[in-house]
Each structure stands twice: as C-alpha cells, then as structure tokens.
C-alpha cells in the first residue's frame, strides 16, 4: 500500500492540448493527435497491464507501486493537458482527479 492506495489501480488519462477558450477535451480533434499511433506515440511500461488506447485516452491497470506508464511524442511547442481517472480494483472506490 502507498498512502492510503492498494493495487492494482484502474487509470484513465485524457490527453489535449491546451486552448486559450474553452474546455480543451472537449475541443481536441484527431488532427492533433492520436495516441493509439504506437509509431508516433511510443509507450514505455513497467508492471502494468491492458494498456488500451484510442483517440485522446490510455486506459490500463497500474499493478503495483513500481508501476510506470510514460508515452511520448507530443508537440514539444504546445502544452499538453491531462485528466486522470482511476479506481482501486480491491474495493471499487472511484476517484477522478479534475
């Protein structure tokens, strides 16, 4: 256990660049980018497991706190926003990080 989480953890991450107006998840377009493109977008994992991604998301299952997902190949001149979404799989508590 790592301060108060037990493994495995659930995630979702939502990726966007950011806008000057309005919400930049809800405007990203697939002209941006699209992560599920492994050649653009490569992802280095350790200890985790059904990494799944599609459009502007990753999901996957962190097993343990040794875990690490990173994944690159984002415009280096823009800022890149996350949102996070994840659930300890013991005890189905949801917890979303806005």
């Given at each position: 256990m790592v301060d108060g989480f037990r493994f495995p953890?659930?995630?979702k991450v939502f990726l966007a660049y950011a806008t000057a107006v309005g919400d930049a998840f809800k405007l990203w377009d697939a002209a941006d980018f699209w992560v599920a493109d492994e050649k653009t977008h490569s992802r280095s994992c350790i200890d985790v497991s059904d990494v799944?991604?599609?459009l502007n998301f990753v999901?996957?299952?962190l097993n343990s706190e040794i875990s690490r997902i990173s994944i690159s190949g984002f415009d280096?001149?823009?800022r890149l926003e996350v949102k996070v979404r994840?659930?300890?799989v013991s005890d189905?508590?949801?917890i979303e990080d806005n």
């Open positions: 953890i659930d995630c799944k991604a599609d999901s996957f299952r280096p001149k823009r994840y659930q300890e189905g508590a949801d």
